[in-house]
């Protein structure tokens, strides 16, 4: 495996399937790695991983400065997963002219409208966008794999591609949890035992909401499970899988919901209605 640190070194990996990261890498990111490496064995190309933690899509100073970081640990569980390259630029070999210079488009209807992570996040996925776009541009890829816990993120990213001619494939990796339905993130390294204990309630209110039949009623039990937890809910929401908006009958569902626990916050979603 090669560690990349600028963009000299990627022209050997370009058309392979490129897994972005911001480190700190756990088990659900081994498992975007796993479906990396099916489809590099079904279209061929190299794997590549990319390992950034890009300050745009932060809008508290204090979560980028406090958020994981690990290259040597990480370096080792792609090597033994047989990634080729694990690329780790520092901020000037993304964004060469400065923080400042990122790439600004408009950005999709879903990354703007939902009043989800749009609303909590403002700015946030202006950062996504410019980081995915410029690691797109110097990575090449053919394909890309995105984990479905961040499902807002997924749904941005694919109508992102899609506006720009839709040549890179998308492909979504299901949510991997810990055995008692904890979704696996690196924000919960920071979680105390109390906290990682109350964040349950997330998962929890999610899966109350799988009983319920219709939206408002599947909100309300969600945005209940989590506040008896102990979680400072953010939204706990039910919408159209695609566009995120309102329900439409005869499409897919999701619910998602968002929340503080003991300063860390959490998101999760499953589908709905299935």
């Not at 560690?3 to 990627?10: E, F, K, P, Q």
């Not at 600004?104 to 966008?129: K, Q, Y």
């Not at 904890?182 to 919960?188: G, I, P, V």
Request: hydrophobic share 45%.
């Amino acid at each position: 495996m090669q560690i990349v640190r600028d963009a000299s070194g990627l022209a050997d990996f370009s058309g392979g399937v490129l897994v972005p990261t911001m480190g700190a890498l756990h088990a659900g990111h081994m498992a975007l790695i796993e479906r990396a490496a099916a489809l590099a064995g079904e279209g061929g190309g190299d794997i590549v991983v990319s390992l950034f933690v890009n300050p745009t899509q932060f809008n508290d100073p204090s979560d980028f400065e406090r958020y994981p970081r690990s290259l040597e640990d990480d370096a080792r569980k792609c090597e033994a997963a047989g990634v080729a390259c694990l690329f780790a630029p520092d901020v000037g070999a993304v964004y060469p002219r400065g923080v400042e210079s990122a790439p600004e488009s408009a950005l999709p209807r879903v990354a703007t409208a939902p009043g989800l992570e749009d609303r909590f996040r403002p700015g946030h996925f202006a950062g996504v966008c410019a980081v995915v776009s410029r690691l797109f541009e110097l990575t090449r890829p053919r394909a890309a794999v995105f984990g479905e816990k961040d499902w807002q993120q997924l749904c941005v990213i694919r109508a992102m591609v899609e506006r720009a001619g839709g040549k890179i494939e998308i492909e979504p990796c299901p949510t991997v949890r810990e055995a008692d339905g904890m979704a696996l993130s690196s924000r919960n390294a920071l979680l105390s035992a109390d906290a990682r204990r109350r964040g349950l309630s997330i998962w929890r209110g999610l899966e109350a909401a799988q009983v319920e039949t219709d939206p408002p009623a599947a909100e309300r039990a969600m945005r209940r499970m989590m506040e008896v937890g102990g979680v400072e809910v953010e939204y706990a929401a039910v919408r159209d899988a695609a566009t995120l908006e309102a329900v439409r009958p005869g499409r897919p569902a999701r619910a998602l919901a968002a929340g503080v626990v003991g300063g860390v916050r959490l998101i999760d979603n499953m589908p709905w209605g299935v």
